[in-house]
């Protein structure tokens, strides 16, 4: 008989590609992790890695046995999900990744409605990029995620996880006032609304961006280059109120999403709306979506969303 721990190790193999990723995400030592994956063969009967050096990958029957472990992990969660709601009354830990800005906008409120229902429930918050969370979710570190993407930067599909949408947002390049308005007279020579051609005005000024690996940097980066130019950038923050507050001392520009620019107006900021948009999901585990604190999480999650953001089905 296979054991399911072993099957999530090798999912894990075939996701994170070594066997020192896999130890590192699951608190494991590379030793333990190998002389599971040694069981694991045993049990199968089958060789399911082939080791070159000190890499190995996965024989075409253990990339089989991966897609029986998903179905296998979205059965257990399915079955975990229908224990919750026989046990009636939700409680115990629920742990929730998000990134700032959402955490800031959109998180309070939803806590706070799920406390008012489900007062034995026991939310936890973790920052965590969405970049990152595909991870933690398959790793067991959470529960439930909200995650982003971008025009230029689609999420991938990731196997093992679910995703439902929750709001659509507005971009916004972000310039010091004294340089926005000959920038915008620049722009304003392009034959109507022209993304590439406000992005390119600012093609000589220094950018802010976020740090390298996430997909905000990523967002930035290839908005730049569709237009015609690679960016040259001076700071690298990940706080967008932090990057108002640079883009104001004259320190460059920004492409910023509606939610990071929320609060009194800056007279030191100009902002000019751009085509692009930032889209966030809710993210779970795959057969997680009837379990009942992933649900009313969910259902806290919209009512919370602020109505000045699109919903995922209007026209925008």
Same mark, same amino acid.
């Given at each position: 008989?296979?054991?399911?721990?072993?099957?999530?190790?090798?999912?894990?193999?075939?996701?994170?590609?070594?066997?020192?990723?896999?130890?590192?995400?699951?608190?494991?030592?590379?030793?333990?992790?190998?002389?599971?994956?040694?069981?694991?063969?045993?049990?199968?009967?089958?060789?399911?890695?082939?080791?070159?050096?000190?890499?190995?990958?996965?024989?075409?029957?253990?990339?089989?046995?991966?897609?029986?472990?998903?179905?296998?992990?979205?059965?257990?969660?399915?079955?975990?999900?229908?224990?919750?709601?026989?046990?009636?009354?939700?409680?115990?830990?629920?742990?929730?990744?998000?990134?700032?800005?959402?955490?800031?906008?959109?998180?309070?409120?939803?806590?706070?409605?799920?406390?008012?229902?489900?007062?034995?429930?026991?939310?936890?918050?973790?920052?965590?990029?969405?970049?990152?969370?595909?991870?933690?979710?398959?790793?067991?570190?959470?529960?439930?995620?909200?995650?982003?993407?971008?025009?230029?930067?689609?999420?991938?599909?990731?196997?093992?996880?679910?995703?439902?949408?929750?709001?659509?947002? /507005?971009?916004?390049?972000?310039? $010091? &006032?004294?340089? *926005?308005? @000959? #920038? =915008?007279?620049? %722009? +304003?020579?392009? !034959?109507?609304?022209?993304?590439?051609?406000?992005?390119?005005?600012?093609?000589?000024?220094?950018?802010?961006?976020?740090?390298?690996?996430?997909?905000?940097?990523?967002?930035?980066?290839?908005?730049?280059?569709?237009?015609?130019?690679?960016?040259?950038?001076?700071?690298?923050?990940?706080?967008?109120?932090?990057?108002?507050?640079?883009?104001?001392?004259?320190?460059?520009?920004?492409?910023?999403?509606?939610?990071?620019?929320?609060?009194?107006?800056?007279?030191?900021?100009?902002?000019?709306?751009?085509?692009?948009?930032?889209?966030?999901?809710?993210?779970?585990? /795959?057969?997680?979506?009837?379990? $009942? &604190?992933?649900? *009313?999480? @969910? #259902? =806290?999650?919209? %009512? +919370?969303?602020? !109505?000045?953001?699109?919903?995922?089905?209007?026209?925008?």
């Amino acid at each position: 008989m296979l054991d399911v721990r072993r099957l999530r190790l090798l999912r894990e193999l075939a996701r994170r590609g070594t066997i020192a990723a896999v130890a590192e995400a699951l608190a494991f030592s590379p030793s333990a992790v190998s002389q599971q994956l040694a069981v694991l063969e045993r049990e199968a009967g089958l060789p399911l890695l082939e080791r070159t050096g000190r890499r190995v990958r996965l024989t075409p029957t253990g990339q089989n046995l991966v897609r029986h472990a998903e179905a296998v992990l979205e059965r257990l969660e399915q079955a975990d999900a229908d224990l919750a709601e026989a046990r009636g009354g939700l409680a115990g830990a629920l742990r929730i990744g998000a990134f700032p800005t959402a955490i800031r906008a959109i998180v309070p409120a939803a806590l706070v409605a799920l406390a008012r229902r489900h007062p034995g429930l026991e939310p936890m918050v973790s920052e965590t990029d969405p970049a990152a969370v595909a991870h933690a979710l398959r790793a067991g570190d959470l529960d439930v995620a909200l995650i982003h993407e971008y025009d230029f930067v689609p999420a991938p599909q990731e196997p093992g996880l679910t995703t439902q949408p929750l709001y659509r947002e /507005s971009m916004y390049l972000a310039a $010091p &006032a004294a340089a *926005a308005a @000959g #920038a =915008a007279a620049a %722009a +304003a020579t392009a !034959p109507g609304p022209d993304q590439g051609a406000v992005l390119r005005a600012h093609a000589d000024a220094p950018w802010i961006t976020a740090t390298h690996g996430t997909l905000c940097h990523a967002m930035a980066l290839r908005a730049c280059q569709a237009a015609g130019f690679t960016p040259r950038i001076r700071h690298r923050v990940d706080e967008f109120p932090t990057v108002l507050a640079l883009v104001a001392a004259g320190q460059g520009v920004a492409v910023v999403p509606q939610l990071g620019v929320t609060g009194p107006a800056d007279p030191a900021v100009s902002l000019t709306r751009l085509l692009m948009e930032r889209r966030t999901q809710v993210a779970f585990r /795959s057969g997680a979506a009837a379990h $009942p &604190a992933v649900a *009313a999480f @969910g #259902a =806290a999650l919209r %009512a +919370a969303v602020p !109505p000045e953001l699109a919903t995922p089905n209007s026209s925008g």
